[in-house]
């Protein structure tokens, strides 16, 4: 079993939806949890950034993160063709030095 | 402007041969890490350093060598060893991670190699 398991679609969408990605994980010490956007032949990039359970918002785009279930979700509320990308999740324990663990990654493709 | 520059972006290997990947930044970052990433497999941990002179195996090191003479440089060796390197590989960078903050990488657009 991976330590962190996403779905990896794809998923494909209309213009303006409001999308949920997720991932699970297994391993308890993780408490930073991030997502990235990866468009086509690119490298990732950084998209948000929580730290422990709770709900973080940036504009269209929310985080949420569930200790207690291990489960972390990313929202995007009307949706836009440039949002078509992998979205990966990542996360990392407060022991391990440095190393993110990643998520198989989510293929998004947002229609007009 | 300050990034992560990888090269080349595309790169072909024979059978039997080593090939060097480049990985430069001028974030003044001093953790530095190689990811490869498979279609459905996400991104792997290959190798990553924390300061210079020092680096640590990651989960799939075996076929691959790093070194860390610089803080600006970390190049990636592909030998003969590694019995699937076709794939595309990442370089990143971040400041140092310690236990009690994580903050995100900074990625480079990456170099896909293929064996032919």
């Known amino acids: 079993q991976k330590e962190v398991e996403q779905d990896p679609g794809p998923l494909s969408v209309p213009e303006g939806a409001i999308v949920s990605l997720n991932c699970t994980y297994s391993n308890s010490a993780f408490q930073y949890f991030m997502w990235y956007r990866q468009y086509s032949r690119k490298g990732p990039e950084l998209l948000m950034y929580t730290y422990s359970s709770g709900n973080k918002e940036d504009g269209r785009f929310t985080a949420q993160v569930d200790k207690s279930s291990k489960y972390i979700s990313l929202f995007i509320r009307d949706s836009q063709p440039s949002d078509s990308a992998t979205y990966l999740c990542?996360?990392?324990?407060?022991?391990?030095?440095?190393?993110?663990?990643f998520g198989q990654g989510t293929i998004l493709t947002v229609h007009p | 402007d300050g990034g992560i520059t990888q090269s080349p972006k595309y790169l072909f290997r024979k059978e039997g041969q080593n090939v060097t990947l480049s990985c430069e930044q001028n974030?003044?970052?001093?953790?530095m890490y190689w990811y490869r990433q498979d279609p459905g497999q996400g991104l792997r941990l290959i190798y990553y350093?924390?300061?210079?002179?020092?680096?640590q195996k990651g989960d799939i090191a075996e076929g691959y060598s790093v070194s860390r003479e610089k803080k600006e440089s970390f190049p990636l060796t592909v030998t003969s060893a590694q019995k699937n390197p076709t794939a595309f590989y990442l370089c990143?960078?971040?400041?140092?991670?310690?236990?009690?903050?994580?903050?995100?990488?900074?990625f480079g657009s990456g170099t896909r190699l293929t064996v032919v």
């Open positions: 350093s924390q300061i210079v002179n020092d680096f």
């Open positions: 990143a960078s971040s400041i140092r991670q310690t236990s009690n903050r994580a903050d995100g990488y900074t």
């Open positions: 990542a996360m990392k324990g407060g022991t391990s030095y440095g190393k993110l663990t």
């Open positions: 974030l003044n970052h001093d953790a």
